[in-house]
């Protein structure tokens, strides 16, 4: 049996639910102030979802809702301009304590350091956004705390695509089997089975209920906290600590 060693995280929806009053208020920001008169609902963004990462979703929205923005010359340059701007207004949102971690978030990540167990993530989103959010919910040596902070355009292809958690599994010098991934989305799932990580935690967020987490060893509303036997709303009585995160991995690692 491969022992638990690390622990990967995704950040939008997992950490923190940070789409729909992080993400979304923040790309709108930076329509507005190009002028444009482009406004993403919660419903439409829900939609718009579909595609992940910040310039892909800009990209897919024009090709979907604006075809004839297609055309405007420049056009890649104007929306990595775009998101840059998104990227500015989203770390000032974030700074103005706009956006908290999840239940459960600091307890499991307190609880694994001084377990020695090893931390990384694994996003789609741009790396500063992954830093300030680390910073705001836990000060300046939190990103420390993070062996491998895997992010954004460092691989070419987005979830689903598995390439980010490759790419966090080869700089941590770990195999898939010695991981348990923490993921909340469908797209996530997707990404992580297709790095063969089976000892996978779903923790649903805003967006993504009724997805297809098809795949993942266990599904549930979110980390939650002691003495909060709803919060994780497995109906199990109790929140996700490191031991059931090791009876996790075990359970499909182990002997069986
Ligand atoms: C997160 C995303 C990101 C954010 C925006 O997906 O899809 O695109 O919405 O981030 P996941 P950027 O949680 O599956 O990694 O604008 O910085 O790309
Ligand atoms: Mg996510």
């Known amino acids: 049996m491969v022992p638990l060693q690390a622990l990967i995280f995704d950040v939008d929806g997992t950490l923190a639910d940070t789409e729909a009053d992080g993400h979304r208020p923040a790309f709108n920001l930076a ?3 190009a002028g444009l008169d482009w406004d993403w609902d919660r419903a439409l963004y829900g939609e718009l979802l579909a595609v992940t990462g910040g310039k892909e979703r800009i990209r897919h929205f024009l090709e979907r809702w604006r075809p004839d923005e297609l055309e405007r010359p420049g056009l890649t340059d104007f929306i ?4 840059r701007r998104k990227t500015h207004h989203y ?3 974030l700074r103005s304590g706009a956006i908290p971690l999840r239940p459960g978030v600091r307890r499991l990540l307190e609880e694994a350091r001084a377990a020695g167990l090893r931390l990384a993530v694994a996003t789609t989103t741009t790396p500063e956004n992954v ?5 705001c919910a836990g000060g300046a040596e939190w990103p420390g705390w993070f062996e491998v902070i895997a992010a954004g355009d460092v691989v070419p292809a987005k979830k689903p695509a598995p390439d980010i958690f490759h790419y966090a ?4 010098g770990l195999p898939a089997a ?3 991934a ?3 989305s469908a797209h996530g799932v997707r990404a992580a089975l297709g790095a063969d990580l089976r000892a996978l935690l779903v923790t649903v967020s805003t967006y993504t209920g009724g997805e297809d987490f098809r795949g993942a060893a266990r599904v549930v509303a979110s980390l939650g906290e002691p003495g909060d036997p709803a919060a994780n709303g497995a109906g199990e009585g109790d929140c996700i600590d490191l031991a059931a995160l ?4 075990g359970g499909i690692y182990g002997p069986g």
């Open 246 to 249: 090791v009876a996790l991995h």
């Open 178 to 180: 010695a991981c348990v």
């Open 131 to 135: 830093i300030t959010l680390l910073e």
């Open 91 to 93: 770390l000032e949102l």
């Open 169 to 172: 599994l080869d700089r941590l």
């Open 80 to 83: 990595a301009g775009l998101h």
């Open 182 to 184: 923490i993921e909340d």
């Open 31 to 33: 329509f507005q102030e």
